[in-house]
């Protein structure tokens, strides 16, 4: 069960929201970057992100390049699971072999500082504060293994392999 607040972002955050295009040179210095995640959305989010809080987006999140730095930032920051309405595919993928979770669901009830509660096997968000239940598809089981060992890197570290 992972508990945390949402932080609320619009539709179409980019991987430029996400690593503003200005800290380019930074992503040789991965803990450096993170301190500027998500600031072309919220300049004060890294002041009041914590660990185990969660980003919530609507529709087409993470579109644009490709960069496999825009979820891992947002992991660094402490974030534990990304919500949202849409996402690009490939930074989907790249969150995933990154280790953290993307859930699609609907994201409209949820407002910025609602206390949310996600339940990975069951697929289930619950607002704690507004007493919204929203699902998302159920989560293939190799996905699971991938995200409850830390990403594929060490899944494969661990299993030698993809288990499908």
Known sequence: MLTGK???????ISTDHIIPGRYAS???????????VL???DVNFVKKVKPGDF???GSNFGLGS????????IKMAGVKAILAKSVARIFFRNAINLGLPVLICDTDKIKDGDELEIDLTAGT??????GAL???GKIPDVML?????GGLIDYVKKYGDIKV
């Open 6 to 12: 949402a932080h609320k972002f619009g539709d179409s």
């Open 26 to 36: 930074l992503r040789s210095n991965l803990p450096e970057l993170a301190k500027h």
């Open 39 to 41: 600031e072309d959305a």
């Open 55 to 57: 980003v919530v987006g």
């Open 66 to 73: 490709s960069r496999e730095h825009a979820p891992l930032v």
């Open 125 to 130: 968000v619950r607002d704690k504060t507004n």
């Open 134 to 136: 929203l699902t998302f």
């Open 145 to 149: 293994k991938i995200l409850n060992e």
